[in-house]
């Protein structure tokens, strides 16, 4: 990483606009590596709770709780604080909670572990609001499309979370003991990270951005009326769904459904990240060349093809292209939802924020909803939901088109 960021004068603009990059960059890879650490361990957490399917459902759903309510909060907090002193401040303490989960889960109480996710799922949520306005802003000064790159950086660090994971899984390491040192790397690496950020992103890159801070909390709340959000927030609800309904059930999808152990459960969930990760690393040259649309639209199909493969193919080896393909298609519906609606500088916090939300109800109902259903008709058919999901996202994809009236890349 170049040397940490302290001003945008003009000799300085490049070097600092570089290494602000890195540093988003480098938040975006300790968010998934936090994440993925815990979701890799969630099979052991049921045996050890001994917790059926619905009940690890309402477990899973404390972080989707938290998330919800940090982003009805996050637009207010990153106008208040900036992108740089809101990342600093919610990912280093959030990241704490998964500790007290484990803590909980050592002591057997699944109560005590909701409560514990639900504080890890409000910081982190704040933390996605304020490091994808960053990033956009980030984008914007760069000139060209990378928000796919943020986010396969964030599906790199979910990638060597997974395998900590599973590393963790084999050698039977105690939860606490994992997510202790999971929470210590994920720490002190976001108080570093935030150091290669610019003290005030928008004000040294794009003069526009400034006026985000002139928004009151009224106007910042009507973004939530346009229809252009509602559909964004669309698209990115249908590839959350996509995206964290494997996260969240394919390890216990693939060991009840298809008869895996634990570990190569959990090592199949890696190459579903995998795919999502080289998927956002070739996403952004495609979405220069073809637009957004067209490659949302692909993404949708393949995300549908590749799910419908996992849930009626039996045959191992289609299962993990069926997996594959699943990945590659969720892989650039999230961002390209969260660079969209960062479109407008002038309100990029408040319509970040409204979509995100949005696509975050996928974590607040998916785990409850995937988990009711997959107590009655089993797991790989409750997730015909998200094939429905996955359509409508790929239906509403238009939405995503550049306004005529930005410049911004993609």
């Given amino acids: 990483m170049p040397h940490p960021a302290t001003s945008a004068t003009p000799a300085a603009s490049r070097h600092t606009t570089i290494g602000w990059r890195n540093g988003v960059f480098a938040v975006f890879a300790l968010c998934g590596f936090g994440i993925a650490n815990w979701l890799s361990r969630v099979p052991t957490v049921r045996d050890t709770l001994g917790a059926s399917t619905s009940e690890m459902g309402v477990i899973i759903l404390g972080i989707a709780i938290g998330s919800i309510s940090g982003l009805l909060l996050s637009s207010h907090v990153v106008a208040l604080l900036g992108p740089r002193r809101t990342i600093a401040v919610f990912l280093s303490s959030s990241v704490w909670g ?7 889960v050592a002591g057997d109480s699944a109560l005590g572990a909701v409560v514990a996710l639900a504080l890890f799922g409000a910081g982190y949520s704040i933390c996605d609001v304020a490091m994808n306005v960053s990033g956009a802003a980030n984008e914007r000064a760069i000139g060209r ?5 943020f986010h396969a950086l964030f599906s790199g660090g979910t990638v060597l979370g997974v395998a900590t994971g599973t590393l963790a899984e084999v050698a039977d390491l105690p939860i606490l003991i994992h997510m202790l040192a ?21 004000a040294a890159h794009s003069t526009a951005d400034t006026a985000e801070i002139a928004l009151t909390w009224r106007d910042r709340l009507a973004v939530w009326t346009q229809p252009r959000t509602l559909l964004l927030g669309v698209i990115v609800l249908g590839m959350a769904w996509a995206e964290g309904s494997a996260n969240d059930w394919l390890p216990l999808a693939l060991v009840d459904g298809h008869g ?33 649309v067209a490659v949302l639209r692909t993404c949708a199909a393949l995300a549908a093809v590749g799910l419908s493969i996992v849930i009626f193919v039996s045959v ?25 609606a960062a479109d407008d500088p002038r309100s990029a916090a408040a319509t970040v924020s409204a979509v995100a939300t949005i696509g975050y109800l996928a974590f607040l109902v998916g785990p409850p909803a995937i988990g ?25 994809s238009h939405a995503a088109r550049t306004p005529a009236k930005t410049s911004s890349p993609g």
């Avoid at 499309?145 to 790159?149: A, N, S």
């Fill in 260 to 292: 895996l152990d634990n570990a190569l459960g959990a090592a199949v969930l890696g190459i579903f990240l995998a795919a999502m990760t080289v998927g956002r690393i070739v996403g952004g040259p495609l979405l220069d060349r073809f637009g957004r």
């Fill in 98 to 104: 998964l500790p007290l989960a484990a803590l909980a």
């Fill in 182 to 202: 999971t929470a210590v790397l994920v720490s002190g690496g976001a108080l570093l990270s935030v150091r290669y950020f610019p003290h005030n992103e928008t």
């Fill in 145 to 149: 499309t990378i928000m796919p790159l």
């Fill in 316 to 340: 191992p080896w289609l299962v993990i292209l069926g997996v594959v393909l699943w990945g590659l298609g969720a892989s650039l519906g999230f961002p390209v939802g969260m660079s969209a």
């Fill in 372 to 396: 009711f259903l997959g107590e009655h008709i089993g797991l790989l058919n409750a997730l015909i939901l998200v094939l429905v999901l996955i359509v409508l996202a790929g239906l509403a």
